[in-house]
Nanobody, 123 residues
Framework: VQLQASGGGLVQAGDSLRLSCAAS????????MGWFRQAPGKERAFVAG????????IYGGSVKGRFAISRDIAQNTVYLQMNNLKPEDTGVYYC?????????????????WGQGTQVTVSS
């Protein structure tokens, strides 16, 4: 599968953005899909994950209540709605596809990564 992330940009604190991750090559019928972000000089960190089969979701602690991950089965696309953005949300956001829900929060649980999309939040 190939993943194409889009939707990043430069926004002000308090604004919203919606990221998209379109998958091609095969359908995501049994996948775990995740969003991670990487700030300059820091490791890639888990943001949100969704089980494609039943829509179960999970979030990193810093984004709970502000971000929402969802999927469109027909479009083979996963979304990340980001509300009330903060400067600390700045980074490159990556979507990824894996197959083990128990590893949803860990980069090693994913086998395919998108190219990343930059999100910059100014104060």
């Amino acid at each position: 599968v190939q993943l194409q992330a889009s939707g990043g940009g430069l926004v002000q604190a308090g604004d919203s953005l919606r990221l998209s991750c379109a998958a091609s090559g095969r359908t995501l019928s049994e996948s775990t899909m995740g969003w991670f972000r990487q700030a300059p000089g820091k490791e890639r960190a888990f943001v949100a994950g969704i089980d494609w089969r039943d829509g179960m979701t999970i979030y990193g602690g810093s984004v709970k209540g502000r971000f929402a991950i969802s999927r469109d089965i027909a479009q083979n696309t996963v979304y990340l709605q980001m509300n009330n953005l903060k400067p600390e949300d700045t980074g490159v956001y990556y979507c990824a596809e894996g197959v083990q829900w128990r590893l949803v929060k860990h980069t090693r649980g994913y086998r395919t990564w998108g190219q990343g999309t930059q999100v910059t939040v100014s104060s």
